[in-house]
């Protein structure tokens, strides 16, 4: 996949009678940070008391390194993050993100144009943590958690020792909205019996997927086969919905 400059997509002003969606992060990953690099006892309990769904996916789901309620469980975290490779980690992050205003208003403009083109669609919480370059996205219980540490910049230097150069493009700052985008509605519209599809069928898939994230973007973010097979399948049946486009199986 390519990432492209160019713009085919022009958001449309949200008309006066709609709804606007004003997507506000939730920046988990500062209270997460200064647990990590301080062992502040405070911050750890706002991060179980406040944010206990976060907390668990974090320790459950991506470090993988026991239950939420083990008896040692606390000291696992701090201990995993150690690692003087992480903790310049959690430095980079706060250092590089300190603002994410510009995320938030893209979010907001992509969600806005998705719920027009699916009103019945739900606005997920979005919040900010800290991985260990691992999951980029996470989605679940209607809250879509973004990986900061997956998108410090194709140069960051842990990147260039361990990720190809294609790898590297998609772990800029600008591949966040899109990616939430992605991972959000693959969550919506998921491949029916994944597991016994081809390769082919899985593309096929995710070039619809990255079809409509480009759409609601407005900006051309992946282009390959699969996308521009869409595109002339959506322009030469103009009355196709985006939800009849997804729940479809590929005849095409």
């Known amino acids: 996949m390519m990432i492209c400059v160019g713009c085919e997509w022009q958001l449309k002003p949200a008309n006066t009678g709609e709804e606007i969606v004003q997507v506000t992060i939730d920046r988990y990953d500062r209270i997460e940070s200064l647990y990590l690099t301080t062992g502040d006892r405070s911050a750890l309990q706002q991060m179980n008391t406040n944010y206990p769904m976060q907390t668990r996916m974090l320790i459950e789901d991506m470090l993988r390194i026991g239950k939420v309620d083990d008896a040692d469980i606390n000291d696992k975290?701090?201990?995993?993050?150690?690692?003087?490779?992480?903790?310049?980690?959690?430095?980079?992050?706060?250092l590089q993100y300190a603002e994410v205003d510009d995320i938030s208003e893209g979010l907001s403009a992509a969600f806005n144009h998705?719920?027009?083109?699916?009103?019945?669609?739900?606005?997920?919480?979005?919040?900010?943590?800290?991985?260990?370059?691992?999951?980029?996205?996470?989605?679940?219980?209607?809250?879509?958690?973004?990986?900061?540490?997956?998108?410090?910049?194709?140069?960051?230097?842990?990147?260039?020792?361990?990720?190809?150069?294609?790898?590297?493009?998609?772990?800029?700052?600008?591949?966040?909205?899109?990616?939430?985008?992605?991972?959000?509605?693959?969550?919506?519209?998921?491949?029916?019996?994944?597991?016994?599809?081809?390769?082919?069928?899985?593309?096929?898939?995710?070039?619809?997927?990255?079809?409509v994230v480009n759409r609601v973007t407005g900006r051309q973010v992946f282009q390959n086969d699969f996308v521009e097979h869409v595109d002339r399948y959506m322009k030469q049946n103009p009355q196709a919905s985006i939800d009849q486009l997804l729940r479809e199986a590929d005849r095409h």
Not at 82 to 92: K, P, T
């Open 77 to 94: 975290l701090l201990h995993f993050f150690q690692d003087s490779i992480l903790q310049r980690l959690l430095h980079d992050v706060q």
């Open 114 to 211: 998705l719920k027009k083109d699916l009103p019945a669609m739900d606005i997920p919480q979005v919040y900010t943590q800290i991985g260990s370059f691992d999951q980029s996205i996470v989605v679940g219980n209607n809250a879509l958690g973004i990986s900061l540490d997956k998108y410090l910049g194709a140069d960051y230097s842990f990147y260039r020792e361990n990720y190809t150069e294609n790898q590297r493009l998609m772990m800029e700052r600008s591949m966040i909205v899109p990616d939430c985008i992605s991972f959000y509605l693959l969550s919506i519209y998921p491949l029916p019996h994944v597991e016994d599809s081809s390769q082919t069928e899985r593309s096929q898939h995710m070039g619809k997927i990255q079809w």
